[in-house]
C-alpha cells in the first residue's frame, strides 16, 4: 500500500518522465553519425555563387543598410567586417578574399556567433555591454552573412547579390 501511495504522487511523475527519456535515448540510428543535421533541428548552412568575389557595396545594391565598419581582427582570414540592416532584421557581412578562406576560415566563427560553436562574445559599445546574437547565415562567393533569425528573413538580399 506504501508503494501505491508513493507511485500516485510526484514521484509518480518523475518516474514517468524518467521512463520516456530512457526509452527516447535507447532508439536506434541506421545512419552511424553524431550530431548530424538529421539528429538536430539546425538549418543547413545555404552556400550560394561559390565562383562570386563581392564586395560590401554589391551587398548595398542588393537592399543592404550599411550601418558600421566592425574589425576583423578577432576573424581569422577576414579584410571587411560590417553590420546593417536587410527588411528591419541586423545582418552582419563578412567578407573574406576567396569562397574558398569564406568556408574554411569563416564557417567557424559563423557557427560561434548562431550559437552552434563557442559562444559568441559580448561587444562593449555606448553605454553597455551587449551580445549580438544571429539565427543563421549563409554563405555567398567570399561573403559569410549572419541573419538576424532565420534565412528566410535574408532570402532576397541573398539573391540579390551580384
Not at 60 to 72: T, V
Not at 87 to 114: C, F, K, M, W
Request: glycine residues 12%.
Amino acid at each position: 500500500m506504501k508503494i501505491r501511495k508513493i507511485l500516485t504522487g510526484p514521484v509518480a511523475v518523475l518516474v514517468a518522465i524518467m521512463a520516456v527519456v530512457l526509452l527516447a535515448s535507447c532508439g536506434s540510428s541506421d545512419s552511424g553519425t553524431v550530431g548530424s543535421a538529421a539528429d538536430t533541428e539546425e538549418e543547413p548552412v545555404l552556400m550560394l555563387r561559390p565562383n562570386g568575389v563581392f564586395t560590401i557595396d554589391d551587398v548595398a545594391a542588393a537592399g543592404w543598410k550599411k550601418s558600421k565598419e566592425l574589425s576583423p581582427e578577432t576573424l581569422p582570414d577576414a579584410i571587411g567586417v560590417w553590420y546593417g540592416f536587410y527588411n528591419q532584421r541586423d545582418v552582419e557581412v563578412r567578407i573574406y578574399a576567396s569562397h574558398d578562406l569564406a568556408i574554411s576560415s569563416g564557417t567557424g566563427p559563423a557557427e560561434d556567433a548562431v550559437g552552434r560553436g563557442k559562444p559568441a562574445p559580448f561587444a562593449v559599445g555606448g553605454i553597455s555591454a551587449t551580445r549580438t546574437s544571429y539565427g543563421t547565415y549563409a554563405i555567398v562567393g567570399n561573403l559569410v552573412l549572419l541573419c538576424e533569425v532565420k534565412i528566410e528573413d535574408c532570402e532576397g538580399l541573398l539573391n540579390g547579390i551580384r
